[in-house]
């Protein structure tokens, strides 16, 4: 069974806003931890999400940010600071294009609950409910 805490967290993400604790448990269990030490790039703008690197364990995940802070760069020049809480890598793993920005990890590093493109793709197929607030998050994103 996946941690309370963990599924804690996962229900105050606005990407998973309104499912059930069972499927927010489902989503925990079928995800790593992983920690990055201060300054260590988690995601390179540009990086291809297809050929060998989506079949290695790490080549396309998305993360959610357990501890600590990263930092979103595009082009060199840094559009926000994410928190716990908060994600990064969703729209790669949804797509599959390249890597939008640079995802860095700030001072005193990060830990991330690391869902792969795979374990995703099973998870919607046996749970479609977690694409309703994806698709919500998405239209918010284009309306803005």
Same mark, same amino acid.
């Given at each position: %069974? =996946?941690?309370?805490?963990? *599924?804690?967290? +996962? ?12 499927? +927010?448990?489902?989503?925990?269990? =079928?995800?790593?931890? =992983? ?26 995940? %998305?993360? *959610? ?25 969703? *729209? ?29 793709e099973d998870l919607l197929e046996k749970h479609p409910e977690i694409a309703?607030? %994806? +698709? ?5 994103? +284009?309306? =803005?």
């Amino acid at each position: %069974m =996946a941690d309370d805490a963990l *599924v804690t967290t +996962l229900a105050g993400v606005d990407l998973f806003h309104g499912l059930s604790p069972k499927v +927010l448990a489902r989503i925990a269990e =079928a995800g790593h931890e =992983a920690s990055y030490d201060a300054g260590t790039a988690v995601i390179v703008q540009g990086d291809s999400v297809t050929g060998f690197k989506a079949f290695s364990p790490s080549g396309v995940e %998305m993360h *959610v940010i357990l501890e600590g802070t990263a930092r979103v760069d595009v082009d060199g020049v840094t559009h926000n600071v994410l928190t716990p809480g908060q994600y990064f890598g969703e *729209v790669a793993l949804i797509d599959g294009r390249p890597r939008t920005a640079d995802v860095v990890a700030e001072q005193g590093g990060l830990r991330t609950l690391a869902i792969s493109k795979w374990t995703f793709e099973d998870l919607l197929e046996k749970h479609p409910e977690i694409a309703v607030p %994806m +698709l919500r998050v998405l239209a918010s994103r +284009l309306r =803005a």
